[in-house]
């Protein structure tokens, strides 16, 4: 958050530590532009800081305090399911949901501890609401991740899932539901139990019970 607020500074260009922060600000400025439409992105690809983007992009778009806005993006963050998605594209389009989410907010902090203790527990329940929609067959590590302490972080959560996804992709292609046996006999040999009928002249002998006759 440093390079959109500002707080991380960029250093004299004789600093040791100047290709660093420069090649970090890129990173933050084409995460940026990456979320946005691409005719809008292209407006704010020569600014010269993240920071400058974040306030050009909220200066412009920005809906403080919009209630109907905040409201129809909790709504379908609380609604939203994986469903016929991968991970990776249920994951996104909740980012961009979330993305959306705090450009309505502005906070202006006191206390810096209060601030990291806020995001921290904002976090948190943005694990929760991915977990609540990831489909049923990944309920192991849903299960796995809620139960510890401390709960990882957003990222690291979307990392464990995907990975969990690919591994099941790969062992359920790896192993084909097994034949039952007899299912096996009869596609190795159909000839032999597609003909039920007796041959001619063949008599059908019947138990005989009770002194009963044959019929």
């Known amino acids: 958050l440093g390079y959109l607020t500002g707080d991380t500074r960029e250093p004299e260009r004789g600093d040791p530590k100047w290709s660093s922060w420069k090649s970090e600000n890129s990173m933050v400025m084409a995460w940026l532009i990456n979320f946005m439409e691409p005719s809008i992105g ?23 305090e919009n209630s109907s806005q905040i409201f129809d993006l909790k709504t379908r963050l609380w609604n939203s399911k994986q469903g016929e998605k991968n991970v990776i594209e249920y994951y996104n389009e909740m980012r961009t949901l979330w993305q959306e989410l705090d450009l309505c907010y502005e906070d202006d902090w006191e206390c810096k501890n209060d601030n990291i203790k806020y995001h921290k527990r904002m ?5 929760f609401v991915f977990l609540a929609g990831l489909n049923r067959e990944l309920d192991e590590v849903r299960g796995r991740i809620l139960g510890r302490m401390p709960l990882p972080s957003l990222g690291e959560v979307f990392a464990e899932v995907r990975r969990e996804e690919g591994r099941r992709r790969v062992m359920l292609k790896e192993k084909p539901p097994t034949v039952p046996e007899t299912s096996a006999l009869v596609s190795r040999n159909p000839g032999k139990f597609l003909n039920t009928q007796p041959r001619s002249g063949m008599k059908l002998a019947y138990p005989n019970t009770c002194g009963e006759k044959p019929f």
């Not at 690809?45 to 920071?51: D, E, N, Q, R, S």
């Not at 976090?123 to 694990?127: G, H, K, P, Q, S």
């Open 42 to 64: 292209r407006t704010y690809l020569f600014l010269p800081t993240a920071k400058d983007v974040w306030e050009a992009v909220r200066e412009t778009y920005s809906d403080l």
């Open 123 to 127: 976090e948190t329940d943005r694990v």
